[in-house]
Every structure is written in C-alpha cells, then in structure tokens.
C-alpha cells in the first residue's frame, strides 16, 4: 500500500498568466554548508485544470517540514512577472501582502551562449532556476563532473534572442 505525506494548495491563474511555485530548501547541517550554498530551489509539481478561461493549478510539497517551508511563486504575465513569498505552514499558505523586492535578472543575448556554471549539492540540489518566461519551462542544464573541483556541476545552453528569467536565493548580508 502506498501512502503520500506531503501537502498541496491551489491557485487560480487568470487568463494569460502563468503562476510557477519554488520551495526554498536550507541547507542546515554545518558540514554541508562547506559544500553547497546556504539555499537551494526545487521547483513543485502541479495538476492543472480549466475553468472557463482560467487555469486552477495545485502545487504538491513533497518533502514538507515539521516547521514550515518557505515557498517562490512567480506569475508571469505576457511582459512581466510577478514574484512573491509564501510560506506554508500546517495546512495554510499564506502569502504576503506586497510583493517582496526580490534581485531578478533577464538573460538575453544575440548570439547562443552557455550560461554561467553553478555547483550541485551532493542531494543534487541547486540554487539557481532559469525560466522560459513564455513557457515558463525551466531550461535543463547539462551535468558534468568537474575534475579539477570534484563536483557536479550545470550549464545552461541559452538560445539567442531570446530572454529568460534567473533566480537565486541568497543569504542577507547585514
């Protein structure tokens, strides 16, 4: 018999908006934090269904925490995206009420370019996202395992002309 312990909530898309949801995980144990960054993101997986001309999409915590999970959810629109914190906690979601100031970059290029490289955890966690905002797909990078370092490392093959959306969760520095 199968049982599944994690937690979901659903969110109404309006027509021509596209919402995507990131659990920021936090890597805890002082020895890993030799290896891998403060913060890592996984992207939840969702069901979707139609009403009418709006999407209602539930998103699927997985592994959640005892404590609580702090979440990413970005809305992108046909120009812009939207991007607010979330955490859930128990059986709630809550979310802020103004969207936090958050450091996003557009990628583009005119020529193709690989992206810059960025390290996995040794759980093969990362902690940068790059979207296709138009599909808000993310852009799957090829692994390898550097030699010279002995890790697991990504790039990202970018096409030209085109813009992506790239997100990190860093540490506040006072």
Known sequence: MYIWEGKHFSIIDPNNVSTVVYQINETLKEE???NSPKYTVTRLDFT?????????KTFYVDKPSKDKDNLVILSFGKDRVVINMAVLQDDKVTIAKKPLPIKYNT???????????????PNMKRQISIID???????????YFDEDTKEVRGRCKLK??????????????D
């Open 32 to 34: 890993d934090l030799k």
């Open 48 to 56: 979707e269904e139609i009403y009418g001309d709006k999407k209602k």
């Open 107 to 121: 990628l583009y290029s005119d020529k193709e370019q690989v992206f810059k490289e960025f390290k996995y955890t």
């Open 133 to 143: 905002p138009e599909t808000t797909e993310e852009v799957k990078p090829t692994l």
């Open 160 to 173: 030209a002309n085109k813009p992506y959306f790239a997100f990190e969760i860093k540490e506040k520095k």
